[in-house]
């Protein structure tokens, strides 16, 4: 037994193995954005119910999942049912808005009625709140805690479990490490 | 009825690679005869299994029959024919029937063309190999099973990834790619028996050699056409871009080009030999965890394919097949003693070593750039992604240093030189050197990189050109120029072709240089009539049309390109739209002159408005890329031709 050669085999190839366990979880395509760990910007956007405009102000003091969507993107549409889900099972605590990005009212009724709902839409028809926030496609989703801060970003579809996962994260008041 | 003999197809050749495997084992442990002709037989009963099943799966997507899974993943009655058949590899389950295939016809021409062998390795190498077949059919028989049955079929399917039905180059790039893949399992089974045999000799070497070459010749044809796919398609005007994917395919081939010239070592000189060995078994690893990169979802990449369950499966095979390595490396490489040494000082031998180094160096360094975001998303749970200015800062010294030594290694003799004769070799290279210089300085180049690469680049191919000529040189003194030749080829082939390879590889890397230091861009929006200036040409958007095309509709612009005036040519860059797919697939257009590229990508169109953004580039020396590429591959498979052996061996006094 060549006692070097082991050592330097296991030095090299353990920490790799590891470090490739460790990372079996890792979701690449979570982007951060700069606005995590900095507050919410506000927006005061119309309800596609007609009612009052919604603002973000009206919502402090629960956590609020902001989702950004559209009905001619199919990974929006492919999450749809999940966060109605979510919305429906995290009660009270947790606030989900959807803001409809570059789409029709009508469009986004007719949707609305084949898929259900479950939570407040509001239109954002000069893309302002989707500027504010730094969107670049959709889906993404923004995970804004109760007094208001940026804690996390998702781009691209959700699913169930991960929503499920990302919502308790939320809902548990800041535990996350220093980012 | 198809997915259920697609299943016992895969199960049988599982049971045939366990089994094989075993029998292999057994068989060289206890130097039973009669064992070692059944893992041969199980062998060949593998390959013939697994050969069946693809065959099977192609006929199933050609149908096509979408009562097997992958077919109604993948499958789709619009597609033309050979898009049907590039599906076989265009996804997950897919690419690992497909991995078996090439594994197949690797094992079976190994084992049929050592045949006739009775040497102590053969039985351990096969039993290595059928190990690695026989984890590929348990990912086909359970995690990734491609033959699943679809109780109700549906009518139409999908079709494969719209990015792999865009270009003709993505039914090429991937079988190259998993040739060289795959391939390196062949040289690990050697290497692995080598240590287990605890005998490296000249026979077993030889066979090494060819066997390693193989593999690394389809990886590097597989990595310059990657990169040719990517300039074609991907419409950014580059080639390579360090992604995490391009990168696991360049490990194992700077690990196997550093074996390869290692081998040199241990066959002049019988020194090495445990270096050569654990290079090959490392550059297997590579690959291995160059599959699990692309199939776990753990990177981003082009090449990722979805998320995939058989992340944890490959990720626990590579932990198996390392720790068995560093074992029997362990165990066992002080069987394999040096019985020569090294010629000291600056010599042959040195160069040759120093460079080894620098091949593993690059390697560790393109590893450690590869997988830092991995190490600070688990310490730290922060994102970041490791990009060019990384490697380029880090590997253009390398690749530098290397080209350095590709001039001065072959320039210096085996034995050591005397002063006198040291100089006029290493003298007369300087002249070409300058002169390559000078070129590139009058062509504008300004960058310390490029100028240096051409530089060292001159050198080299002076020192390539001279090994090439030096036998038929000789020769023509007393021969006549086509006997000078068929002499040189007969008895200088394996020299000559080394260098041609060289030469390819010097081409390449010049290409690069200039190519990435002296592009010139223009992005620009522009109306139907409007022309623009970029270098030396004038472009002039004429307008664009809507076509269908069957499996895809295509917005097409055309682009008249003239020079002084006078009209060169039109170009097309186009969008197209596949039914699958929600964004576009952009083509770019290129018109390639020795050169210089010009290279036309659309970022936007508007058929009705008769307007479009457009990117341009003019890309310097680009296509000198692919024509190394092939000289490369010409040079290697001239070193793979049989040789007629005739003469004493080189070595034996022939250079000096």
């Not at chain 1, 060549?2 to 079996?24: D, E, H, I, T, W």
């Not at chain 2, 310097?620 to 190394?628: D, L, N």
Request: glycine letters at 8%.
């Amino acid at each position: 037994m060549n006692r070097r050669v082991l050592l330097v085999g296991l030095a090299v190839a353990l920490p790799l193995v590891v470090l490739l366990v460790a990372s079996l979880s890792r979701d690449p395509t979570r982007i951060d954005s700069p606005l995590i760990g900095r507050a919410a910007p506000a927006f005061r956007l119309i309800s596609l119910d007609g009612g009052d405009p919604l603002t973000l102000q009206s919502l402090r003091g629960r956590a609020v999942v902001v989702n950004f969507w559209a009905t001619w993107c199919v990974p929006c549409v492919a999450e749809h049912a999940a966060l109605v889900q979510a919305a429906q099972s995290s009660g009270t605590r947790v606030a989900f808005v959807g803001v409809v990005y570059q789409d029709q009212d009508s469009e986004v009724r007719a949707f609305l009625r084949q898929h259900g709902a479950s939570y407040p839409m509001v239109m954002d028809p000069d893309g302002r709140a989707a500027i504010a926030y730094g969107v670049y496609g959709v889906p993404e989703t923004f995970f804004i805690s109760a007094d208001g801060i940026i804690v996390n970003k998702q781009t691209g579809t959700l699913t169930a479990a991960r929503l499920e996962q990302l919502v308790a994260e939320l809902a548990r008041p800041a535990e996350r490490g220093p980012s | 009825m198809t997915a259920a003999i697609g299943r016992s197809l895969v199960l049988l050749s599982l049971f045939a690679a366990v089994a094989g495997s075993v029998v292999a084992f057994g068989g060289a442990a206890y130097r039973n005869t009669a064992a070692q002709r059944w893992a041969r037989r199980l062998l060949a009963l593998y390959s013939a299994s697994i050969i069946a099943a693809n065959l099977l799966m192609v006929w199933a997507l050609l149908r096509p029959d979408f009562s097997v899974g992958y077919v109604a993943a993948v499958g789709s009655r619009s597609v033309p024919k050979w898009v049907a058949i590039v599906s076989l590899w265009s996804s997950l389950e897919g690419s690992i029937l497909f991995w078996g295939l090439v594994l197949a016809v690797y094992l079976a021409i190994a084992a049929w063309t050592q045949r006739a062998s009775q040497s102590d390795y053969m039985p351990w190498a096969i039993g290595v190999w059928l190990s690695t077949a026989a984890f590929f059919s348990l990912l086909l028989s359970g995690p990734a099973q491609p033959f699943t049955t679809v109780p109700l079929p549906p009518s139409d399917g999908p079709g494969p990834n719209a990015l792999l039905q865009n270009h003709l180059l993505m039914a090429i790039h991937p079988p190259f790619l998993y040739a060289g893949y795959v391939g390196m399992t062949i040289p690990f089974g050697l290497a692995a028996a080598a240590l287990l045999a605890g005998r490296f000799g000249p026979g077993l070497q030889r066979t090494l050699r060819t066997w390693l070459l193989v593999p690394w010749m389809f990886l590097t044809i597989a990595i310059v056409l990657g990169g040719w796919w990517a300039y074609e398609v991907l419409g950014w005007g580059g080639y390579w871009a360090w992604d995490p994917v391009e990168n696991a395919s360049l490990l194992p081939w700077l690990t196997a080009t550093a074996a390869l010239h290692s081998a040199l070592l241990v066959e002049r000189r019988a020194v090495l030999k445990g270096w050569a060995v654990t290079l090959v078994m490392a550059s297997f690893l590579l690959t291995i965890l160059g599959t699990f990169m692309t199939r776990s979802g753990v990177f981003n990449s082009v090449h990722s394919f979805t998320q995939s369950p058989i992340g944890p499966t490959i990720l626990a095979f590579l932990a198996l097949a390392t720790v068995f390595s560093v074992l029997l490396l362990a165990m066992r490489i002080d069987t394999l003693a040096p019985e020569g040494q090294l010629e000291p000082g600056f010599t042959r031998d040195t160069l040759l070593l120093l460079g080894n180094l620098l091949l593993v160096l690059f390697a560790f360094t393109v590893l450690v750039g590869t997988v830092f975001p991995l190490i600070v998303d688990a310490l730290w749970h922060r994102q970041m992604s490791v990009g060019r200015p990384y490697f380029d800062h880090m590997v253009a010294p390398l690749g530098v240093a290397l080209l350095l030594l590709k001039g001065l290694g072959p320039a210096l003799p085996w034995r050591r030189p005397n002063r006198e004769r040291l100089l006029r070799t290493l003298g007369w290279p300087l002249v070409t050197a300058g002169l390559a210089f000078g070129t590139a300085w009058a062509a504008g180049s300004r960058s310390p990189w490029a100028l240096l690469v051409a530089f060292f680049a001159g050198y080299a191919v002076h020192v390539a050109l001279r090994e090439i000529w030096l036998p038929i040189g000789q020769r023509l003194r007393v021969l006549r120029l086509h006997h000078a030749l068929a002499e040189a080829q007969r008895t200088g082939r394996r020299r000559m072709a080394a260098h041609v390879i060289h030469l390819g590889a010097i081409v390449i890397v010049v290409g690069v240089a200039i190519s990435s230091t002296m592009t010139v861009s223009k992005e620009v929006a522009l109306a139907s009539g409007e022309s623009f200036a970029l270098g030396r040409y004038t472009l002039t958007f004429v307008g664009a049309e809507v076509r269908s095309e069957g499996h895809r509709d295509a917005v097409v612009a055309r682009v008249d390109v003239a020079q002084g005036g006078r009209h060169l040519a039109s170009l097309t860059p186009r969008m197209n739209y596949y039914a699958s797919q929600q964004t576009p697939i952009g083509t770019p257009a290129v018109r390639s002159t020795l050169f210089e590229d010009l290279y036309l990508s659309l970022l936007s169109v508007d058929p009705a408005r008769q307007t479009i953004g457009l990117r341009a580039l003019v890309n310097p020396m680009v296509s000198w890329i692919w024509a190394g590429m092939i000289l490369m591959a010409i040079g290697a498979i001239a070193l793979l031709l049989p040789a007629r052996r005739t003469l004493p061996p080189a070595g034996a006094g022939g250079v000096a």
